[in-house]
Nanobody, 127 residues
């Protein structure tokens, strides 16, 4: 069982930065693939980024490539999402998620591929 708790959301002006954190409980965190997703009002949940258990492999949605960076600290059971050059269209509730193993990117970008989810943290970007 893995429990995930996100933090770090808030209100920021366009062009600004935020760093989201996702703290995980459970001894299996270091073996889990961790992903970030987001959901805006009236829209489906969409993939943002994913990182392998070692941190050596990452994959990003085209919409955030070059602006966002995912990382993890297995000693702290925490995964991070550094968000730079934020845009109004980045406004959403951001969720972290966990799954057992790495896979091909099409699978990793699907919410249904993840077994555990946090409660989400709101990110609002003002123009």
């Amino acid at each position: 069982q893995v429990q995930l708790v996100e933090s770090g959301g808030g209100l920021v002006q366009a062009g600004g930065s935020l760093r989201l954190s996702c703290a995980a409980s459970g001894r299996t965190f270091s073996s889990r693939v961790m992903g970030w997703f987001r959901q805006a009002p009236g829209k489906e949940r969409e993939f943002v980024a994913v990182i392998s258990w070692s941190g050596n492999n990452t994959y990003y949605a085209d919409s955030v490539q070059g602006r966002f960076a995912i990382s993890r600290d297995n000693a702290k059971n925490t995964v991070y999402l550094q968000m730079n050059s934020l845009k109004p269209e980045d406004k959403a509730v951001y969720y972290c998620a966990a799954r057992a193993g790495w896979s091909e990117t099409m699978t990793l970008s699907r919410p249904t591929a993840y077994d555990y989810w946090g409660q989400g943290t709101q990110v609002t970007v003002s123009s």
